[in-house]
């Protein structure tokens, strides 16, 4: 494999592109957003740290498992007697 000299550097990666390995699942600001208000009222509403609590909470959620809607049930028919 041939050495890259000092003044050869390696093509910059776009924010835009996946990282090898396993992907993250795209979570819904709306998720996130709850999940950090959670983390910040959890270390007692103290401010200061919304961006630690944004970041930790798309990671925690993006790294779970997709959850599957519940299957809804029929609705039963209503008979008029």
Sequence with gaps: MAKRSPTQQE???????????????????????QRAYEIFMMRGGEH?????DWIKAKQELAQREPTQP??????PELTHQ
């Design 48 to 52: 200061g740290h919304d961006i630690d």
């Design 70 to 75: 519940e299957p809804t049930q029929p609705e």
């Design 11 to 33: 093509p910059a990666r776009s924010i835009e592109q996946e990282p090898d390995g396993p992907t993250m699942r795209d979570v819904p600001d709306e998720e996130v957003a």
